[in-house]
């Protein structure tokens, strides 16, 4: 990979001036270099006044100017334009911005002025001005605005040079010039030029025969979800658009690509090859928006399409495919690059921007069983396959055997799963060589499972219509015994070290207990009122959290929790408890959702998933510190919640269906997200 001369973008003026409003400073960086500056600089120049100009270096390409324009008086007759060599007439000027007697600003386009909006001027007033230029395609667009720190406002977009001009090959000029026939004076100050593949609303630019353009992103060594619109000017066209460590000008240099091919389909690159789940085919003149879940530990991304209907859903164009074969060891991304390859046709990459949360540290397509491991790693298993995963998400072993997992103190893993009336259990060494591997008998699915200081690996196995049974397994694979809880088919079980924790209906209300593995009663806690719980977890020194939701005023003893409504009645009665290992209660909150999905704690941190019944179900993500303060949320894009974990050093694990877009269709796409808060 070349590395070429690469710079921001001046902020001559501001961060606000270079970038759209969808994205923050430094998402999406020209590949840029300045070859002109007149900070602070000014002219003033006055009716009937000589021409005046002002040279830059020679651009045949792309690139942009930027100025700050004053004029004196409402009904001007000013222009300010760009030409190749010094200019004395207007027919001398390729791209110009013209102050008019009217009153308003409007722009050339070929052989007559006019502007996309209707723009007035005022006199006295500071306008802030970008010029958008490509030299190869002869065009260009104007942007103002009259505040440093607003967006720009687009007044025309791809004018053509004027007639004259129609052919320059190159321009290094800037130029101005106020008609005799209209009093007044237009102040010019801080000029500047800067080469660059990036107009100023924030779109990346390729046309046939230009090579890559190149754009910086903030960067990340986790993972992203990027989010872009492309649009290809022609059909059957080859244009790549793409991400990279570094600037690119190679198509080995891009870890991940799409690909709008000659065959009239959208395509990812996998591995050494393009391909796509499944077929989209693409249109002329269409915008198509983008939505690309890359994981830099896996080295694999997958790719969402929203194909021409604007009310529809994104399509799943590609899922899990790996990054290029040339890149599998590359450890960020932090470029964005296209090209077109074809003879003909033009490429506008977007709105480019990372919709992640803040340090998410991966993101895996799948919904996954997570067991947090001392080292930062954790253990990821899906229905056919387990992975052990560093604490950077790199998958460091796998086996082909799925379910739910626990680690004894020695770190021998166990991974249980239950079909067809048995339950199978195995036993794996820390780095996933098989120990032993044993049936039991047990209807349902496992629903709980831990590792007590004993050795002793406990197993809960329920179905919706039976009650929960608990399994206690000997080191060496032989069963040592089982609890059937029929008396009180509970709604949440909690294995700890030293015992276990259910919870079950009671009369008017709901009981918790705690029992010793061989199944004397430790103690019991009960609270009257109308509620349930639907979720439970313990922590490494033996306490239990629990969360459901309430359906009137209930008091677990620091004080009642009041039932609530948003303003479209929707019930945000969701409550979360904490009990010390002796039963004592430590806080109850509540937390303003629906209901809950999943719980876990590390026991200085408590992570809960809950899901948001509005209009548009979605999850949002909750953690709070041992004594029940919130430290942390995060709402994803539109989402299904479902289980999550909280490591030792505080790192959640969440799975969820994710529903990119709201549309008509509720297609989702199963996530674990990684995040460090």
Partial sequence: MKLSSLGRCLELLTCAAVAAAWLGCGELEGASSSVSSEATVCTTRSSGAPWWNRSFPSQTGRFHVELVARPSANNLDAVVGLSRGAASQWAQLAAIVRFNSAGFVDVRAGNTYRADVAYSYSANVTYFMRLDVDVTAHTYSVWLKTSAAGPYEPIARGYPFRTEQALVPSLDNTAAYLDPSRPGSLSLCDISVVQDDVASGGCMIATAGDGFANAQLAGTTGAMIMHFTAQPSTANMDAVVGFAKGAVDAYDDLAVAVRFWTNGMIEARDGDVYRADEPVPYAAGTKYDFYLVVDIPSKTYSVFVMPRDPYGAHLELARGYKFRTQQQTITALDHTAEIVASATGRIDACAFGDVAPTRLSFARPGTYFVRPLTDGGALLSDDTRTQRLGATGKTIAEIPRGGMSAVDASGNIYIASASGGTLTLSSFTSALAPRWSRTYPANGSVVAMGVYTTGEIAVAVSTWSQ????????????????????????????????DYTIAYQLGAGVAVEAHHPDGHLLWQRSWNG????????????????????FAETIDFGDGPLEPTEDPDHTALNTFLVALAPTGALRFSKHVYSTFPTGLSTNGSRIAIATRFQGYTPNMELWAFDGSGNQVWSYVPLISIPGSVAVGPSGRIYANLELKIYPGYTWETFPFLFAIDP
């Fill in 530 to 549: 109308a509620f349930g719980v639907g979720q439970m977890a313990r922590d490494p020194s033996g306490g239990v959290v629990f969360a459901g939701v």
């Fill in 467 to 498: 009650p929960h049974q608990l399994i206690h397994i000997h080191p060496n694979g032989s069963e040592h015994l089982r609890h059937n809880l029929a008396q009180y088919p509970a709604m949440a079980v909690g294995i700890g070290r030293t």
